[in-house]
């Protein structure tokens, strides 16, 4: 079955450091979002792609955070610098297209701790 | 989007039903209800989605209430593998540039 890739799986990084996270979507899915997952609570959307656009990115701080999916394939997120409160799973999801009739299909996440 | 209610947590004995609910009351006729579950240190997996007739696939049973105001999704043989949080979310199928909602869901714990 086709998966969502994502790496690196952990990471820690220092306050006030860059970090960055990758996701390669299932081949041919045009759309893909970049949720973060605070423990306890549901993922909540960062960013949405469509190709190579961005579609969505109300909910990103874009103080520090940025994301880029430049040849419309797989993307990547950065936070620079991380704060202590950046601690969270970043979860990346694709589809099909944007008709939802197909679900999402998410990745494995990236669990970022911010020391 | 439409808000959902769910319990925030559940129990189930292994090998039982699992019954989990969902309240929807402002749903929109063109909102569909969907479920997903999130398995502990993995992202969400979809299970199924309904508009207002019961749905039925190989992981679950959806059943939507005639008002469409409520639904409960149904497990019918529950494994241990099935603990897990359970995510209920109301929204059109088709809509630009909208994505889904989570809530914080209901945390079920299948036991032994």
């Known amino acids: 079955e086709a998966e969502v890739a994502q790496s690196p799986r952990y990471k820690i990084t220092e306050k006030s450091q860059a970090v960055a996270f990758w996701c390669d979507p299932i081949?041919?899915?045009?759309?893909l979002y970049w949720y973060r997952q605070i423990l306890g609570q549901g993922p909540e959307l960062l960013v949405q792609?469509?190709?190579?656009?961005?579609?969505?990115d109300s909910q990103l701080p874009k103080d520090r955070f940025s994301a880029e999916r430049l040849k419309g394939v797989d993307s990547t997120l950065k936070i620079q610098p991380a704060e202590l409160g950046d601690s969270a799973m970043y979860l990346c999801?694709?589809?099909?297209?944007?008709?939802?009739?197909?679900?999402?299909?998410f990745g494995s996440g990236t669990r970022l701790t911010v020391v | 989007d439409a808000k959902t209610t769910q319990p925030p947590s559940m129990d189930c004995a292994e090998g039982r039903a699992a019954n989990l609910p969902c309240n929807h009351s402002t749903i929109s006729g063109n909102e569909y209800v969907y479920w997903y579950r999130q398995i502990h240190s993995q992202g969400p997996q979809y299970i199924i989605h309904g508009l207002k007739n019961n749905e039925t696939n190989e992981m679950a049973s959806l059943i939507i209430t005639e008002d469409r105001k409520s639904s409960t999704l149904i497990l019918p043989h529950a494994t241990l593998r099935d603990t897990a949080v359970y995510y209920c979310i109301v929204r059109v199928a088709e809509n630009y540039g909208q994505n889904f909602v989570f809530g914080p869901g209901t945390r079920l714990s299948v036991l032994p």
């Open positions: 792609f469509q190709d190579e656009s961005v579609v969505d």
């Open positions: 081949s041919g899915h045009a759309t």
């Open positions: 999801a694709s589809s099909f297209r944007q008709t939802l009739d197909y679900g999402y299909t």
